[in-house]
C-alpha cells in the first residue's frame, strides 16, 4: 500500500479485503476501452464484427481507425463467414457470448478454424478466459458499479495509461440503494452518454476497491437459481436458452410482441431493457438480428433477487401474455 499524503481529518471508504474475481488480469476502466487498448497493442489491422452487436464496439473500433467488416449469424448463432483459412498478420474476428451460449468448446473451435479472436464475455462474467484467446470483461453490467473492465491477453499491451476516477460518476448507483430507480435514471443516463468519449485509461482504485467487497459465491449462486427458476416457470426455447450459462447475465424470454411487453412490464416497476437498440434502427425487420433485439426480453435475474421475485415477475408476466 502506497503511504498516505494527508493524515488525519475525515474518514473515506473503507478498503474492502476481499479479492477481486480476477486479480490477474488486465484492469481498464471501460469494456469499449478495453478492446481499442487491445486494437492498439494488437496492431489491428481489420475486424470482423457480428451486425447484432451494441454500437459501443462499433464506435471504439471507429475511434481506434480499424478496418470493419460485418457478418450475420445463422439461427444457432455460429459466424456466417466466407473465409478459406485462419486469419492472419492484423485480421481478427470478434465473437460475442451472446447470453452465456458461447462455450468453452466453441471458442476452442472458433480458434482453430479463425486462428486470431477476440471474445467478448460482456455476457458472461464469471466464464474464465481461454487460454490464449484474447477476452473481454464488463464489470458495470453484472454488479453495482459505475465502470470497470477486465481485460486477458497475452499480447504486450502498448504504454501505460492513466488512472481512471470514479467518483462523480457513482451518484446514480448511491442514490437507487437510497432511494429507487426513477430518481436517478436520468443521472444514469447522463453518466452513460460520457463514456463514448472516454479514452483509455486503467480501472479507478474506487472500482478496483469495490471489486473486492463483493461476495461472488452469493452472486453466481443467485444468478443460478433465479435463472433456474424462471426457466421453469417461463419455458422459452430460443437460440440464447439452449445452453445452461454458469452464472447468467438476464433470462432470455422471447416473445413476438416483445416492445409492448417491455412498456407493460416497466409500467409495473418490472424494467428490462433493449439490448442492442441499435440493431433495430438499421437492420430490416426481417432479419434475425432485428427479431432477437427487438423480441427477446432479458428478463433479471442477478443477485439483488431471489425466488419471490422470480414468481412475482412471472406471474406478471403470464397475465400480460394472456391479455396480448
Excluded at 56 to 71: L, M, N, R, W
Excluded at 180 to 196: E, Q, R, V, W
Excluded at 306 to 315: L, P, Q, S
Aim: with cysteine; net charge negative.
Amino acid at each position: 500500500m502506497m503511504m498516505k499524503t494527508e493524515i488525519g481529518g475525515y474518514l473515506e471508504l473503507e478498503e474492502m479485503t476481499g479479492q477481486e474475481y480476477y486479480p490477474d488480469l488486465y484492469k481498464v476502466n471501460l469494456g469499449r476501452t478495453a478492446l481499442m487498448w487491445l486494437i492498439e497493442s494488437r496492431k489491428c489491422d481489420k475486424i470482423y464484427l457480428p451486425y447484432f452487436l451494441c454500437d459501443s464496439v462499433i464506435s471504439a473500433c471507429e475511434k481506434t481507425g480499424v478496418q470493419t467488416e460485418f457478418y450475420y449469424l445463422n439461427e444457432n448463432l455460429e459466424p456466417m463467414l466466407d473465409i478459406d483459412s485462419p486469419l492472419t498478420d492484423g485480421s481478427w474476428l470478434y465473437l460475442v457470448n451472446y447470453y452465456g451460449q458461447l462455450t468453452d468448446t466453441l471458442i476452442e473451435s472458433y480458434r482453430e478454424s479463425y486462428g486470431q479472436i477476440i471474445v467478448d464475455h460482456t455476457h458472461s462474467f464469471f466464464q474464465r478466459p481461454v487460454k490464449g484467446v484474447d477476452t473481454l470483461y464488463s464489470c458495470r453490467k453484472f454488479f453495482g458499479l459505475s465502470d470497470g473492465a477486465y481485460l486477458y491477453t497475452e499480447a504486450k499491451l502498448t504504454k501505460n495509461k492513466p488512472l481512471d476516477r470514479s467518483n462523480e460518476r457513482m451518484t446514480h448507483i448511491l442514490g437507487r440503494y437510497e432511494v429507487d430507480a426513477g430518481t436517478f435514471y436520468k443521472k444514469m443516463l447522463d453518466n452513460a452518454s460520457t463514456y463514448h468519449d472516454m479514452e483509455i485509461r486503467k480501472m479507478s482504485r474506487l472500482t478496483e476497491n469495490l471489486l473486492r467487497g463483493i461476495d461472488y459465491d452469493r452472486a453466481r449462486d443467485r444468478r443460478n437459481n433465479n435463472y433456474l427458476l424462471l426457466r421453469k416457470l417461463l419455458p422459452s426455447d430460443n437460440p440464447f436458452t439452449r445452453i445452461i450459462p454458469d452464472a447468467p447475465f438476464a433470462y432470455p424470454f422471447y416473445c413476438e410482441n416483445g416492445p409492448q411487453l417491455r412498456k407493460e412490464l416497466a409500467a409495473k416497476k418490472i424494467f428490462v431493457p433493449t439490448n442492442w437498440s441499435n440493431v433495430i434502427s438499421s437492420m430490416d425487420a426481417d432479419t434475425l438480428e432485428y427479431q432477437w433485439a427487438s423480441n427477446i426480453l432479458p428478463l433479471p435475474i442477478d443477485q439483488r433477487y431471489g425466488k419471490e421475485e422470480m414468481i412475482y415477475m412471472a406471474d406478471i408476466l403470464k397475465e400480460l401474455l394472456m391479455n396480448i
